[in-house]
């Protein structure tokens, strides 16, 4: 039972560098997102999608694009990384009809 | 604008001993209530949750208060054990499906020996 997969689990950048970090859940959940977490700032909220084709920002989105082409995938592109983006981030999964969310086990990036 | 609050960074309690944590929330909207506890090196996991026309769910060793009037939970842990000693997250979302999770900054629990 895989739940949510994120890769790299470890990346390292260059300033203006670009990357996607994976994201694929094998529990149907309509509602995926991505959060990102710094020392001190807890869980932020970068973007959600709540079904295939759709997806909206969330309290940090600068930076980041996301697109959902499937209910399994949502990807999460940096399109020229800073270093303000070197953070954990941890891509997560519901059902729309629970308010619980399954996270991934969280990708490490660094950007120099 | 921290919406979720969690003013304690850190909590060292002895292993048997009851652990509190606190969450304060400043949104009305908020009517779920989440907490979320993780170890280093892994993703947060799901601990015990209240619904707002509850004070209180227990689940096993673990207790959610909730005070609507103070805009108030708290986490009670008892007895703690070292296998405890995490980072607990409090969250809160409001009703929809579409309803994103806000999160508290999180509190390092301790279970000492």
């Known amino acids: 039972n895989a739940g949510v997969t994120q890769t790299p689990k470890f990346q390292v950048l260059k300033t203006g560098q670009s990357m996607t970090l994976q994201c694929a859940q094998d529990?149907?959940?309509?509602?995926m997102s991505w959060y990102r977490q710094d020392p001190g700032m807890g869980l932020r909220l970068i973007h959600y999608s709540v079904g295939a084709g759709i997806t909206d920002q969330g309290e940090v989105p600068n930076g980041y694009n996301v697109s959902r082409s499937t209910t399994e995938d949502f990807p999460l592109r940096l399109l020229s990384a800073a270093p303000s983006q070197t953070s954990v981030y941890f891509c997560?999964?519901?059902?729309?009809?629970?308010?619980?969310?399954?996270f991934g086990e969280g990708s490490r990036l660094t950007v120099l | 604008d921290q919406q979720v609050k969690q003013n304690s960074p850190s909590l060292s309690v002895q292993e048997g001993r009851i652990s509190i944590l606190n969450c304060d929330y400043t949104n009305s909207m908020f009517d779920y209530f989440l907490w979320y506890k993780k170890y280093p090196a892994e993703g947060p996991t799901f601990l015990i949750s209240?619904?707002?026309?509850?004070d209180k769910n227990e689940d096993g060793r673990f207790t959610v208060f909730l005070n609507k009037s103070a805009k108030h939970l708290s986490l009670h842990i008892v007895p703690s054990q070292p296998g405890d000693s995490a980072v607990y997250f409090c969250?809160?979302?409001?009703?929809?499906?579409?309803?994103?999770?806000?999160f508290g900054t999180g509190t390092r629990l301790q279970v000492t020996l």
């Open positions: 209240i619904s707002s026309i509850k």
């Open positions: 997560a999964s519901r059902s729309l009809n629970t308010g619980e969310l399954f």
């Open positions: 969250a809160a979302t409001g009703t929809g499906t579409a309803s994103k999770l806000t």
């Open positions: 529990m149907n959940h309509e509602y």
